[in-house]
């Protein structure tokens, strides 16, 4: 509907055609608004400051400040501001540094237009798109931290093991109010208080520790692209 208000998209990318390709492909969607592009990450934490976008679609390998730092500087600054990393590169180090710096969301380049306007109004509403070809890299590294803590899950309460469920299935913060007939504010206080709980810092690092640690079904036997 007209009166709706529309989702507003920062491009980041040092390449001027892939961020044209870029807006010419969100300017399909006319619930989504491309309020500013950058060329670098000091760049883009500027116009974030400046236009506060919903979400940054970041590249990573650009001069000066790279879209690591600009992601960590974000993250730190803006919370409310959801990152999708749309870069070429799908090694682990990247991943890795990307999710840790503070994107929410992670597509290499080649993702079907589909796929990438799908991530935008997920990344709306709360929640997080993990290229699914990326994900045993995000399990392994989170095995890893979170043997420490094997039993936390024990801990939790019925409610919080259902949002934790529901968020490993996508549902955003309307979608778990609406299934658990609570308000959406009391949600979203419910959720920083089971990520905290965790020790995980957002809804993504949530997921990777409830499948780490069984209480969610293990995307496994899930099909390849």
Do not use: W
Request: proline share 4%.
């Amino acid at each position: 509907m007209a009166s709706e208000r529309r989702i507003r998209v920062l491009i980041v990318d040092d390449h001027d055609l892939f961020r044209e390709g870029l807006r010419q492909l969100i300017e399909t969607d006319e619930s989504i608004a491309v309020v500013g592009e950058a060329a670098t990450g000091q760049e883009a934490v500027q116009l974030v400051e400046r236009l506060h976008p919903d979400v940054v679609l970041m590249d990573i390998n650009m001069p000066g400040m790279d879209g690591i730092r600009a992601t960590e500087a974000i993250a730190q600054r803006f919370r409310d501001v959801h990152v999708i990393m749309l870069t070429m590169y799908d090694d682990e180090e990247y991943v890795l540094h990307a999710i840790r710096a503070g994107a929410r969301s992670y597509l290499v380049k080649n993702s079907k237009p589909d796929e990438l306007l799908r991530a935008i109004h997920v990344a709306a509403e709360g929640g997080a798109t993990i290229d699914p070809d990326l994900a045993p890299i995000l399990m392994r590294e989170y095995q890893r931290l979170l043997a420490k803590a094997p039993t936390r899950g024990q801990e939790l309460s019925d409610r919080e093991l259902t949002m934790l469920r529901l968020l490993a299935q996508g549902y955003s913060n309307k979608q778990i109010a609406d299934a658990l007939r609570l308000a959406e504010s009391t949600v979203k206080n419910n959720l920083s208080a089971l990520f905290q709980k965790l020790g995980v810092r957002d809804r993504t690092q949530a997921v990777i520790y409830a499948i780490s640690h069984g209480l969610v079904p293990r995307p496994t036997d899930a099909p390849r692209r």
